[in-house]
C-alpha cells in the first residue's frame, strides 16, 4: 500500500451547459460541417475528426480529384462549369451519405447545400454544424489573410466584397436551415472543441431507490473534463482516491485538481488479485488513520475490480461516507460501477463478502474508454449486447450495425491520431451511457435483489462464472468479459432450442459473441469440470440454479435448471461454434 499527500489546490472554471436540444443526435451517422467561405471548414474539419477518432473528408479535396482540375479550372472550363460541379457535387456526396462503415467528419464546399434534395438529405442522414460567422466581414478578412490579399484568384465567388457579402446574406438563411449553429469566429480548436462536445453530450441519469438514497450517472467528453468538474463535487472535503496502476500518471492532474484535502492510494496487487479483506483493511486503516469522517469522499478511478473495492470501503467505514466512481473500462462502464452492488473475493471465491452500496456519482470520460484495446472494447460490449438484449432491442441492434465502428481499428492513416488504434467515440460513448442507463431502470425497481427482478442481469452469468472460475485454474486465464460472452451464446442457444426464440436473430446473436470473444470462443470447460464447478455455484437452491432465458428479446424469464442440463447446452453450443470459428464473421 503507497498513498501520497496532493499538492496546492485550484479550482477550474465550470464547463458550460450543453443544449438539450442536441442531446439526441444519433451517434452512428456522418458529422458534417458547413458554412461560406472562410468559415474554417477544412481547419476544424481535421481538429474534429481527431478528437471523434474519426476520418476527415474533405469534398472539394474529394471533387478536385474526381475532375482532375482544382475548382476555379472547373469553374471556368467551357464544358464543365459551376452546373457540371454542383451536379457531381450533389452525387459524390449522396455516395457519402449512403455508404455503410465507418462514420466521418465531411466538410462540404459553400455552395453545398444549395440543392433543396441536398439540404434534406443532410438533415435526415447527417449530424449537421453550421459555422456561422457573427458578420461577413470577419470571412472576408480572414480569406485575405489567408490568400495573401487575393480571394478572387482561389475562390471564384469571391471577385469583391459587395459580390461576396450579398452571396453570404443569399445563403446564409439555407445554413441555418440545415444546421446548428455554431460560432466559427474563435480558433479552429476552440471550435472542434465545442462541437465535440455537442456531440458527445448525454443527459444524467439517477438511480433512486429511497428519498435518502440516489447515484448520478454523468458522461464527459474526455479526462480533462471530468478532472475539472471534481473541485465543484468535492469542495472543501477530504478525499481518498484509489488510482489504478496502469493511470499512475494521472496523478499530478489529480493533484492539480483536488489539492492538499486528498490521498492518493494503490493497492498492493493488481485487477481482479485486489479484491481482499487484506487490501480492505488497509484503505479502511488510511481513512481511520487520517479521521476520515461521513461528509468526505472515496474516488476510485480504475476497473471493476478497483471499483468494488472502492465501494466496500465506503459502505462499510463509517456506515457510509460519499463515493464517486470513475470507471476506465467499458466492462466496469456497463456493470461494476453502476447498480451499487460490490464485493470483495473470500477463501476463494468470487464476491463472497459484500453489501449493496449506492456511489453518490458515476462518471464515464470518452477519452479514456476510446483509448482501449481490442480486448477491453469487446468485453464491454458483450455486456452492453446482453443488456439490451434484456431490455433495450434499439441498443443491442445498434451494437449488431455498428460493431466495427465500436471495435478499435487502425486509424492513424486516415486522421494523424497519435493512437492507431481507436473505437469511434461517439457511438462508444453512447453505448456506455445506454447500457448503464438501462441498468439503473432495473437496480432501481429491486436495488437490494428482494423481488427477483434483478435476477435477469445474470443472464450469461451463470455458465460465464463456471467458465471464468475454470479458466483461473488453466494455463491462460479467461477473463470474466470473454467467460460471459461464451456463457451469454450458451443461454442464446438454450432458447433457440427449447423455448422458440427466433432461430435466425439468435444464431446472429450467438455469432457476434463468437466475434466479441476474439474470433473463436474461450475454451469450454470439460463437461465434468463444468458440472462440478456449476454445482458448487453459491446460487444453488434444491439442486438447481437459476437460469435466465430469452424465448424474446426484452422478454427475460428466469428457470431452474439442473446443472447437468446447462452443461449439456453448453456442450451443444460449443459442437456449433467449432464451425463458426472456421467462418470469417464478415459471412454471417
Not at 140 to 148: C, I, N, T, V
Not at 152 to 174: C, N, V
Request: net charge neutral; hydrophobic share 45%.
Amino acid at each position: 500500500m503507497r498513498f501520497f499527500p496532493f499538492g496546492a489546490h485550484r479550482t477550474p472554471p465550470p464547463a458550460a451547459p450543453v443544449p438539450a436540444r442536441v442531446l439526441s443526435l444519433p451517434p452512428e451517422r456522418h458529422v458534417v460541417l458547413t458554412g461560406f467561405m472562410g468559415a474554417g471548414k477544412s481547419s476544424v474539419g481535421p481538429l474534429l475528426s481527431s478528437l471523434l477518432r474519426r476520418s476527415f473528408l474533405d469534398l472539394d479535396s474529394l471533387l478536385e480529384r474526381e475532375f482532375g482540375q482544382t475548382i476555379p479550372q472547373v469553374f471556368s472550363a467551357p464544358l464543365l462549369g459551376e452546373e457540371a460541379f454542383r451536379l457531381k457535387e450533389k452525387e459524390l456526396l449522396a455516395k457519402l451519405l449512403h455508404a455503410r462503415g465507418r462514420p466521418a467528419v465531411i466538410a462540404l464546399g459553400g455552395g453545398a447545400i444549395l440543392n433543396p434534395q441536398t439540404r434534406a438529405s443532410l438533415q435526415s442522414q447527417a449530424n449537421v454544424f453550421y459555422l456561422a460567422a457573427p458578420v461577413p466581414g470577419l470571412l472576408w478578412d480572414r480569406l485575405q489573410k489567408e490568400d495573401g490579399g487575393g480571394p478572387a484568384a482561389q475562390r471564384p465567388l469571391a471577385r469583391d466584397r459587395e459580390a461576396f457579402t450579398r452571396l453570404y446574406r443569399k445563403r446564409e438563411p439555407l445554413y441555418a436551415e440545415t444546421g446548428i449553429p455554431v460560432d466559427c469566429s474563435p480558433a479552429p480548436e476552440e471550435v472542434a472543441q465545442k462541437i465535440a462536445g455537442l456531440l458527445l453530450a448525454q443527459k444524467p441519469e439517477v438511480l433512486s431507490v429511497s428519498s435518502a438514497e440516489s447515484s448520478t450517472l454523468k458522461t464527459f467528453r474526455s479526462r480533462g473534463e471530468l478532472l475539472r468538474a471534481l473541485p465543484e463535487l468535492v469542495g472543501d472535503r477530504r478525499s481518498l482516491v484509489l488510482l489504478d496502476h496502469a493511470l499512475y500518471a494521472e496523478r499530478p492532474l489529480l493533484e492539480e485538481a483536488l489539492g492538499r484535502r486528498a490521498l492518493i492510494y494503490q493497492t498492493q496487487a493488481r485487477g481482479e488479485a485486489a479484491k481482499t479483506l487484506a487490501e480492505l483493511e488497509g484503505i479502511c486503516a488510511v481513512l481511520s488513520q487520517n479521521s476520515f469522517d461521513r461528509s468526505d469522499w472515496v474516488i476510485a478511478r480504475g476497473g471493476g475490480s478497483l471499483s468494488d473495492l472502492g465501494a466496500m470501503a465506503a459502505g462499510l467505514f463509517k456506515r457510509g461516507l460519499n463515493l464517486l466512481l470513475s470507471p476506465t473500462t467499458l466492462l466496469a462502464s456497463v456493470d461494476a460501477a453502476i447498480g451499487g452492488k460490490t464485493a470483495v473475493n473470500f477463501q476463494g471465491g468470487k464476491n463472497q463478502l459484500g453489501l449493496f452500496y449506492l456511489p453518490r456519482e458515476v462518471w464515464l470520460d470518452g477519452e479514456t474508454l476510446a483509448s482501449l484495446n481490442w480486448t477491453l472494447v469487446a468485453e464491454g460490449l458483450t455486456e452492453a449486447f446482453k443488456t439490451g438484449l434484456l431490455l433495450d432491442g434499439a441498443l443491442a441492434e445498434l451494437i449488431f450495425q455498428e460493431i466495427e465502428s465500436l471495435l478499435p481499428v487502425p486509424t492513424l492513416a486516415a486522421t494523424g491520431s497519435e493512437d492507431p488504434w481507436s473505437s469511434d467515440l461517439p457511438l462508444l460513448l453512447h453505448v456506455a451511457h445506454r447500457s448503464a442507463t438501462a441498468k439503473i431502470k432495473v437496480a432501481s425497481q429491486d436495488f437490494r435483489e428482494e423481488k427477483g427482478i434483478r435476477d435477469i442481469l445474470n443472464l450469461g452469468h451463470t455458465y460465464g462464472h463456471a467458465v471464468e472460475s475454470f479458466g483461473a485454474l488453466a494455463p491462460i486465464r479467461v477473463s470474466h468479459g470473454r467467460a460471459v460472452s461464451l456463457g451469454l451464446a450458451v443461454a442464446l442457444g438454450y432458447s433457440r432450442k427449447r423455448l422458440g426464440l427466433d432461430p435466425s436473430f439468435a444464431l446472429r446473436a450467438q455469432k457476434l459473441c463468437l466475434r466479441l470473444a476474439g474470433g473463436e470462443f474461450p475454451p469450454f470447460p470439460p463437461p465434468e469440470y463444468a458440472f462440478s464447478l456449476l454445482a458448487q455455484d453459491k446460487k444453488i437452491r434444491a439442486g438447481a440454479l437459476k437460469f435466465v432465458v430469452l424465448p424474446q428479446v426484452g422478454a427475460p424469464q428466469v428457470i431452474r435448471l439442473q446443472p447437468q442440463e446447462i452443461v449439456d447446452a453448453a456442450q451443444e453450443v460449443a459442437a456449433e461454434a467449432a464451425d463458426w470459428a472456421r467462418t470469417p464473421y464478415s459471412a454471417f
